[in-house]
C-alpha cells in the first residue's frame, strides 16, 4: 500500500485552495506582484467552489465514470491553473515563495491533465475519486507497482532491505516480492520474542450468524460480554465497517455501562490517551485503529476483531486490479484478495501483544475462518495463539492472567 501511494498521483480541492492562501501570501514581499496575481488566484477560487457545489451530492469515493458531471468544472480548473502559472512565471525571480507556487501550480497542472486526458503517455493505472462534501481528491493510481519500483532500486547500487511483522501469508512471501517484481530475493522468517502459548490465547467462538448477516454485530457483542465483564473493560474492538462501528456502539451503551471510547468521537491520539489512562474502557475502531497502535501492560487484555478484513468491493482501484488479474487468466480472490486480508487481520491481531510482559486473549468473530477451506489459510498466518474451547475457558485465562 505505501509503494502503491508513492507511485500514484493526486490532486485536490484542498491542495488548490493552499495554493491560492500561499500565492497571495508571497505576494506581501514581492512588490507589484499582487495586481498581477490577485485575478487568476480570484478565478481559481472561484472554480473551486463551482466544483465543491457540482461534487456535493457525489458518493463518497468512485471511478472516474462518476465524474461525467464535473468535467466540465474540472477542465475550467486546469485552464485557471495554467493561467496562474503563467501570471507566476515572470515573477519567480521576485522570491523564493513565489517561485515554489510557481512549481506547485506546474505540478498540479500536470497531474490533473494526466487525469482529464487518459491518452496521455503518462497515464498509466485506475482513475478514481474521493468526496468530502464537495471537496474532491482526484487520483491516479498505478495498477502495476513492480515495473515502477524496479526502476527506483535501479538508481541505488544497494542492498534492499525490508521488514515487517506482517509480510508473510501462510509462512510465504510471494504476494510480498511479486507485487514490487522482486527477482530470485532472499527470505527469512524470524521468530517473535513473545512466547504466545503463556502470553495468549485464541477463541473463535461457535454458532455466530454469518458475517453478512443483519445480526452478527449484535450477536457477537452478545458472545462476548461475559469476557469484556471479566477483563474489566480492557479491550478493543476493531471493526470493517463503520456501520458495524457504529451498529455496536449503540448496543454496547444500551446494554452495558462501559466507558466506551469510539473512533470519530475524538481524535485517535486522544483516543488512545483517555484508554490507557482509564483501565475499564472499551475502546471502537475501524481501519486507523488496526495498525500503528501500541498499549502495553494491563491497559489491553482482550481484542475483538468482527470480520475478516476484505477489502470494500466497492473500492474503484481494486475493482480494476481484480478485473486485470482475471484478464489475464488468474484467480483474483486467491492470488490478491484473500492475501491482502490475511495482512490486515495480522496487523489487527498484533494489537495484542505488544511486549514480553503483555497478555491477553484475541477474539475472532467470523465463522467462516472454520467453515470455508481458506480459514486455514488465515489461522496459520497468525501467531501461534493456543485456542480455547470456549466462552469459559476464555473467561478464566483472562481472570488468571488479570488476578
Known amino acids: ?26 505576494t506581501a514581499t514581492a512588490e507589484g506582484s499582487l495586481k498581477v496575481l490577485q485575478h487568476p488566484v480570484d478565478t481559481l477560487k472561484s472554480r473551486i467552489n463551482l466544483l465543491s457545489s457540482a461534487a456535493y451530492n457525489l458518493p463518497e469515493r468512485g471511478d472516474w465514470q462518476r465524474l461525467s458531471q464535473v468535467l466540465d468544472s474540472l477542465k475550467s480548473i486546469h485552464q485557471a491553473i495554467d493561467e496562474l502559472a503563467q501570471a507566476l512565471d515572470p515573477l519567480q525571480e521576485q522570491c523564493r515563495e513565489l517561485a515554489n507556487c510557481f512549481d506547485r501550480a506546474l505540478a498540479l497542472g500536470h497531474t490533473l491533465n494526466m487525469l482529464l486526458d487518459p491518452g496521455s503517455k503518462d497515464h498509466n493505472g485506475v482513475r478514481w475519486f474521493r468526496n468530502r462534501r464537495g471537496r474532491l481528491t482526484l487520483n491516479l493510481t ?27 501469508v501462510n509462512g510465504r512471501f510471494e504476494h510480498f516480492t511479486e507485487r514490487l517484481g522482486l527477482v530470485d530475493p532472499t527470505t527469512e522468517i524470524i521468530e517473535s520474542p513473545f512466547d504466545y502459548a503463556f502470553q495468549s490465547r485464541m477463541w473463535l467462538p461457535e454458532s455466530l450468524p454469518q458475517p453478512n448477516h443483519s445480526t452478527h454485530t449484535e450477536t457477537l457483542l452478545r458472545t462476548v460480554l461475559p469476557l469484556l465483564n471479566a477483563s474489566r473493560g480492557r479491550a478493543f474492538l476493531l471493526f470493517t465497517s463503520h456501520r458495524a462501528l457504529q451498529t455496536a456502539t449503540h448496543w454496547l451503551r ?24 482509564r483501565p475499564g474502557s472499551l475502546l471502537l475502531g475501524a481501519a486507523s485503529f488496526w495498525e500503528g497502535v501500541d498499549v502495553r501492560g494491563d491497559a ?18 481494486l475493482a480494476a486490479t481484480l478485473n486485470a488479474v482475471r484478464e489475464a487468466g488468474g484467480n483474483p480472490f486467491v492470488e490478491l484478495q484473500i492475501p491482502a486480508a490475511v495482512l490486515a487481520l495480522k496487523q489487527g491481531a498484533g494489537r495484542l501483544i505488544r511486549h514480553t510482559n503483555d497478555t491477553g486473549i484475541l477474539v475472532l468473530g467470523d465463522p467462516r475462518l472454520t467453515s470455508k477451506p481458506y480459514g486455514r489459510i488465515f489461522l496459520n498466518s497468525l501467531p501461534p495463539m493456543p485456542a480455547v474451547a470456549g466462552a469459559d475457558e476464555a473467561i478464566e485465562f483472562v481472570r488468571n492472567r488479570l488476578s
Open 142 to 168: 498505478p495498477l502495476d507497482i513492480a515495473e515502477p519500483f524496479t526502476a527506483l532500486r535501479a538508481e541505488f547500487e544497494s542492498t534492499w532491505i525490508m521488514t515487517s511483522a506482517t509480510l508473510a
Open 1 to 26: 500500500d505505501v509503494a502503491t501511494r508513492f507511485f500514484s498521483h493526486s490532486v485536490s480541492a484542498w491542495q488548490l485552495a493552499e495554493l491560492c492562501r500561499d500565492t497571495l501570501a508571497a
Open 300 to 317: 489491553l487484555s482482550v481484542v475483538v476483531i468482527d470480520k475478516l478484513p476484505f477489502a470494500a468491493p466497492d473500492d474503484p482501484v
Open 254 to 277: 444500551a446494554h452495558t455501562q462501559f466507558q466506551l471510547l469510539v473512533q470519530e468521537e475524538a481524535p485517535r491520539d486522544a483516543l488512545l490517551e483517555e484508554f490507557r489512562a
